[in-house]
């Protein structure tokens, strides 16, 4: 009943205010007590944060850096220059009877022994008490223009060494002779290191052989070094021969004197308008023919025919 009663008069309240607010005072309701407002506005919703993603970094490759191949270089191989009036190889220098000597001279040989001379030797006009060389040092026949120099073994035999120094001199006027050489002036004079290949060479100066030397040919090649001063081979420094090539068709002329080093090597004929001298211990396979002298110190010197 008392419930009723309320809610009659709150709405009646409604038509008159004052009214309203005796009434709520009189059974005791308060007015000024706002209703309670429930939210319910459901709590947003928060999706958990996914963990960062770590991309692992790539293992950096590392490519190596290719070693440099270092080949090593063959010595420059010089070949002759084609010409309309020269061949590769030239047409060998005839010696004569000269060629049978390992050693002849105009004017005397000297010696320091001791040395080993395979082939004849010889000095002409000079009387052959200029051959300082003893009979044992020779594997030949010493060949004198007198009756003077090396006992028992020397032979006087001027007329043959008169025709022999003669065909030594035309050798050396052969070869100086040649004419349209497939190099002049090659290196400024400076061979060493060089592998030569067969044909006529020409220097107007001389010519110097600091490292060692190679000709390369076949046995029927020919090399003819026409050189317009002295020729100088340095200590211990190499002339050699490869593929066949042989010493017997190699060829030096030169207007100036020639100097073979000490334990140097060297191969072909050395035709000297001067003197030739081998230093101590030098050898050489070939034949020294000289328009003056001869010097040897403990030389080994072997004829090629």
Not at 48 to 53: G, M, N, S
Not at 170 to 178: F, S, V
Not at 244 to 250: E, F, P, Q, R, Y
Request: proline share 9%.
């Amino acid at each position: 009943m008392v419930i009723a009663a309320v809610a009659v008069v709150v709405t009646a309240g409604s038509a008159n205010p004052s009214e309203h607010w005796a009434s709520q005072h009189r059974y005791g309701v308060c007015a000024s007590t706002a209703p309670t407002v429930v939210d319910l506005t459901p709590p947003p919703v928060h999706a958990p944060k996914a963990p960062p993603v770590v991309v692992p970094e790539a293992t950096p490759v590392v490519v190596p850096t290719p070693r440099a191949v270092v080949v090593p270089k063959a010595p420059p191989v010089v070949g002759q220059t084609p010409s309309p009036a020269s061949s590769s190889s030239p047409a060998p220098v005839k010696l004569g009877t000269a060629g049978t000597f390992a050693v002849l001279t105009k004017t005397g040989i000297t010696d320091v022994s001791a040395s080993a001379i395979r082939g004849d030797v010889g000095a002409s006009p000079i009387t052959g008490a200029a051959i300082g060389l003893t009979c044992s040092e020779v594997t030949g026949t010493i060949y004198t223009v007198s009756a003077a120099g090396p006992l028992p073994c020397r032979l006087t035999d001027a007329p043959r060494l008169t025709t022999a120094v003669h065909d030594e001199e035309a050798a050396y006027t052969d070869a100086a002779g040649r004419t349209n050489p497939g190099f002049v002036d090659l290196g400024a004079g400076q061979i060493g290191g060089l592998t030569l290949a067969p044909g006529l060479y020409k220097w107007t100066t001389g010519v110097s052989i600091s490292n060692d030397v190679t000709l390369t040919g076949g046995p029927n090649d020919v090399w003819i070094f026409q050189v317009g001063g002295p020729l100088t081979q340095a200590v211990a420094t190499k002339v050699t021969l490869s593929g066949g090539a042989l010493a017997k068709n190699v060829f030096w002329q030169t207007a100036g004197a020639v100097d073979i080093g000490a334990a140097a090597h060297f191969e072909g004929t050395i035709l000297s308008q001067t003197m030739i001298a081998m230093k101590t211990g030098a050898s050489m396979n070939g034949r020294l023919l000289a328009q003056t002298a001869v010097t040897l110190q403990k030389n080994v010197v072997t004829n090629v025919r």
